[in-house]
Structure formats: structure tokens, C-alpha cells
């Protein structure tokens, strides 16, 4: 697996806070299906780990919490890497065990399982082909999405599944948005993030350092939406990381030029860097910065 994509100087994502609705029930779904561990845990807040230091993901549970709705911007899923190919065939053969349904889909640059926990947000552990092998043409990288051969992938497993293994990372996360085209301004010229593919005028995929895609981004089910209500379940925020304090200083500019807000977010997650600063998309979407990264 390419590991260069989730370091500096790139920017890509290194944490996500997602929102449910009952916290010891998400807590079992993320511990026996995806295999992460609980590194710090509160009445209404879990840090999960796959390597007992480290967090790429936290939950918080919601008062009250409302379901996610047709027609609200957030999260459509975010992305675990896994490093190897027979790091995916030992994900599915305990995902099979649990007998948990699933959806897969080959996008030629990578193999993905589809997945959703018990509050209905979005989850893709996937691997990534090796980067030669991706199709470039004037700066895009093709993508498709077709069956993945489920039997070859299993026939690397070696049913040795302990929990997500080491070296395993936020890969990327897919974001629902209320209008591409201003998404699409927001993160290359505020963010500096380079186009990477388009699926027509509904999906947009973005990163740098010619990863295939740090982000991705679409209005299937959102176009002209509004964020959820804070007490819903679903994205709390992302964090990305920045190479230096120059790159943080232009998108600082950048973001206040825009009218878009720059401050300390109070919500930010203790895990996957300290904040910088933080800012809101478009959409809504909250945006956590850091430096503390590879």
C-alpha cells in the first residue's frame, strides 16, 4: 500500500468525530465489527484505537439524538485504510462471521467494503492498489466502481483478524454537500486541494499529492440541503493536516477573504492533532486543522 499519501506535505485526514445515539451500543459495533479498541471512554464520549495510542476516530453520544434525514449535508462516509490486501480478506471474513450485511465496490484504484454502524453513518474500510498501476489522463485519475472479487480477496486471508492491524489510517472521508460548485471553490482555492475526478455535475473527488482522493464529495442526496440540527446523529467534525505555519497562514487569508469563519472550534476532538484553527464549509461541515502529523 502507498503510505506517502497520509503524510506531510501532504494534507489529509487524520481524525474523524461522529455523532450517535447510544454510545455502549456503538461502542460494541465498532469494537466487533470494525475491530478498534476504546482508548478513553466518558459518560457520553468514546476515543477508539486500533494501536492503544492513537485515535483516527471518536464518537460522542446526543441527547435526544435525531436520525439522519434525506436532504441534510454531512457525512456520507468516511474511509479506513487498511495496509494490505490480505488485511481486507481477514476484515471480511470476520464481518461474514457477524453476519453483518455489507455492499463492495472495485473502483480500480482501490477494493472497498461498504458499511454502515447502527446509527446509519457511512463507513468504507478499503485497500489501495499499488499507485502505478492507476490510469492518469490530464491530471484526472480514472475511477470506476464495479464488482470487487470478493473469492480473490479471501484467498489472501489467513484468518488471523486480531482488530484493525498497525499502519492502519484515515484514508479518506466523503462528504454529502449542498452545491458542488461551491464546494468545489471552497476546497481548491481556500484549502489548496486539487480536483482529481469528476463524476458529472453530482460528485467531485479532491486531494493532493495526486492521491486518488483525500475527499470526496457529492449532492446525491443533498443538493441545495441543510446541515443537521446539532442534535442529530452523524458528523461532528474532520480534522486535516497542514505541512506549516506558512500553508496555514494562506489558508487563513484564503478563508477570510471568502467569508468563511476562522477560530477555535471547542468541540475539537483531543485526539488526531492539536487545533490550529478551525472553519466551516459551505455546507456546514466544521473543519479541524492541525500540524500534528507525520
Do not use: C
Not at 68 to 76: D, E, I, K, P, V
Not at 157 to 185: R, Y
Not at 248 to 253: D, G, H, S, T
Not at 258 to 264: R, S
Amino acid at each position: 500500500m502507498p503510505t506517502h499519501f497520509h503524510k506531510k506535505p501532504n494534507m489529509y485526514v487524520s481524525h474523524v468525530q461522529i455523532k450517535v445515539s447510544n454510545l455502549e451500543r456503538s461502542i460494541e459495533y465498532y469494537k466487533k465489527v470494525i475491530g478498534f479498541d476504546v482508548l478513553e471512554q466518558t459518560a457520553n464520549t468514546a476515543v477508539l484505537t486500533f494501536d492503544g495510542a492513537t485515535s483516527i476516530l471518536s464518537l460522542e453520544q446526543v441527547e435526544n439524538a435525531q436520525s439522519l434525514q434525506g436532504g441534510q449535508t454531512g457525512l456520507y462516509h468516511f474511509a479506513i485504510l487498511l495496509p494490505t490486501r490480505k488485511d481486507l480478506g481477514n476484515f471480511i471474513q470476520n464481518i461474514v462471521e457477524a453476519n453483518v450485511r455489507i455492499g463492495a465496490g472495485d473502483h480500480h484504484v482501490s477494493e472497498a467494503i461498504y458499511l454502515y454502524d447502527p446509527d446509519g453513518n457511512g463507513i468504507e474500510v478499503y485497500i489501495d492498489r499499488p499507485e502505478e498501476t492507476w490510469i492518469w489522463e490530464n491530471d484526472l485519475v480514472y475511477m470506476t466502481t464495479e464488482q470487487v472479487n470478493i473469492p480473490s480477496v479471501l484467498a489472501e486471508a489467513d484468518g488471523s483478524w486480531n482488530g484493525l492491524p498497525k499502519g492502519t489510517v484515515m484514508g479518506h472521508i466523503h462528504l454529502s454537500v449542498s452545491d458542488l460548485a461551491a464546494s468545489e471553490k471552497f476546497y481548491t482555492e481556500a484549502l489548496g486541494f486539487q480536483v482529481v475526478t469528476r463524476y458529472g455535475h453530482q460528485a467531485l473527488f479532491i486531494s493532493t499529492g495526486r492521491y486518488h482522493h483525500h475527499i470526496g464529495m457529492n449532492t446525491w442526496n443533498s443538493a441545495n440541503g441543510r446541515p443537521a440540527p446539532e442534535n442529530s446523529v452523524g458528523l461532528k467534525s474532520y480534522t486535516l493536516v497542514l505541512d506549516n505555519e506558512e500553508q496555514a497562514e494562506k489558508i487563513k487569508e484564503n478563508l477570510s477573504k471568502m467569508g468563511a469563519v476562522v477560530e477555535q472550534f471547542t468541540g475539537a476532538p483531543k485526539f488526531g492533532g492539536n487545533q490550529a484553527f478551525s472553519t466551516v464549509d459551505p455546507s456546514g461541515i466544521r473543519i479541524v486543522f492541525t500540524f500534528d502529523g507525520e
